[in-house]
């Protein structure tokens, strides 16, 4: 399968600080999505990039999507504690066996310190 | 609601008794996969089904099986269950299989699997 590197692995912050984590890829994407899962839940889609360059926000979060269309970077400002979970880069296969599917990071895991 | 279903959401089992993990979706959604969780690895794709009858496999499809009779149904079955399938499970489904975007995938709670 596609191989997605993701980091940091964890992260430990204070509440208020700022975060940041990127994805990088051997191969081309169309669509990367950031991800995030909270303790005994799935992942829930917090940002869609689909275009090389873009950048994009959701509230406190920011996304872009690397120009070379091989990365990706998710930035949360303020920090809070609700922000504690673990974050998911995916790559979104855009042509042949790989069309469709989602190719995932391997997490990093962010914890809030009041 | 629109959602996504898998049951049970725990289970702990003995190498070799089959079982099945039962994902249902409400959203009419053509695609559906699951993927297991491990610590440090990420999500992986075990095997997907892009329509009623078509299933291929994903990344770690050893020692699973699917169907898709129906559907809003999309079943995992291990038929010998082993301990190194100790795992996290999802169910995920998408409208349609496309490069395209919009498409976003849904994911269940999980269903959280221990083989003794």
């Known amino acids: 399968g596609q191989q997605l590197n993701q980091s940091p692995q964890s992260m430990f912050i204070q509440e208020g600080e700022d975060v940041s984590m990127n994805c990088t890829s051997s191969s081309i994407f169309n669509t990367w999505l950031w991800y995030k899962q909270d303790p005994g839940e799935g992942p829930v889609l917090l940002i869609a990039?689909?275009?090389?360059?873009e950048l994009t926000s959701n509230g406190r979060l920011t996304a872009q999507f690397g120009i070379t269309r091989k990365d990706s970077f998710l930035n949360i400002s303020a920090s809070i504690p609700s922000d504690v979970g673990i974050y998911f880069c995916?790559?979104?296969?855009?042509?042949?066996?790989?069309?469709?599917?989602?190719?995932f990071g391997r997490g990093t895991q962010l914890t809030v310190w009041p | 609601e629109a959602q996504v279903t898998q049951n049970p959401r725990y289970l702990i089992t003995v190498t070799g008794k089959k079982l099945t993990v039962t994902c249902s979706q409400n959203m009419n959604h053509e695609y559906m996969s699951w993927y297991r969780q491990d610590p440090g690895l990420g999500l992986r794709q075990i095997y997907y089904?892009?329509?009623?009858?078509?299933?291929d496999k994903g990344d770690v499809p050893e020692g699973y099986k699917v169907s898709r009779k129906e559907k809003r149904n999309f079943p995992l079955i291990l038929e010998s269950p082993s301990p190194n399938q100790t795992s996290l499970y999802f169910c995920a489904s998408s409208l349609s299989r496309t490069a395209n975007h919009r498409d976003t995938q849904y994911f269940g709670p999980g269903t959280r699997l221990t083989v003794l």
């Open positions: 995916a790559g979104l296969g855009r042509r042949g066996s790989t069309l469709g599917r989602l190719y």
């Open positions: 990039l689909y275009k090389a360059g």
């Open positions: 089904s892009m329509n009623v009858e078509v299933t």
